[in-house]
């Protein structure tokens, strides 16, 4: 008898961790289109959601609180902020828009201001957030739990700072 409930015990256990794996794993068939990036690193879907990139920060492209902030915290002017973070949301946009994609989620689904948190890849498999951070239009940015490919991003973001490029040029440091 105890044979038989400790069997049923992990067969129990061992289906509904895998319901819950399954449901945790990116679906290889569900893809949306991309129908609006509102910045670097923010688009809107198809069916609606806003989806927060996660692991990555882009630098903003209009005036708000974070802009200033992200100023005394770089001591980069708001002007070349601005400048970068039009550059970011031009290259997502090139990247992404109207494009197929499919959402990896991590621990955290949603963030403070309801937007989806995702790991976004293109239908022909291109890492969307992993892409922004190699030509250097973003930088990491780890917010446990999320942290999934956090060592990764710091690999692909040291690289884009040792070939100069986007955030990372010398162009950006001159001002």
């Known amino acids: 008898m105890w044979i038989f409930a400790l069997t049923l015990t992990s067969l129990l256990y061992s289906s509904s961790n895998a319901l819950t794996q399954s449901e945790a794993a990116p679906s290889q068939d569900k893809f949306l289109y991309v129908r609006r990036v509102i910045d670097g690193d923010t688009i809107k879907l198809s069916d609606g959601q806003k989806v927060r990139l996660i692991g990555i920060d ?3 492209s209009y005036y708000s609180d974070k802009l200033l902030r992200d ?6 002017d708001i002007k070349t902020i601005l400048k970068l ?8 946009r090139e990247l992404c828009l109207g494009k197929k994609v499919r959402l990896e989620y991590d621990v955290v689904k949603k963030d403070r201001y309801g937007r989806t948190l995702a790991y976004v890849y293109l239908e022909n498999g291109t890492f969307v957030n992993a892409k922004i951070l190699e030509e250097g239009y973003a930088q990491v940015m780890t917010v446990p739990p999320n942290v999934k490919y956090a060592d990764y991003f710091l690999r692909i973001q040291g690289e884009a700072r040792d070939k100069n490029k986007g955030l990372w040029s010398r162009e950006v440091e001159n001002g």
Request: glycine share 6%.
């Open 58 to 60: 882009t630098p903003e």
């Open 71 to 76: 100023s005394k915290r770089s001591r980069k």
């Open 85 to 92: 973070g039009k550059r970011a949301s031009s290259f997502t």
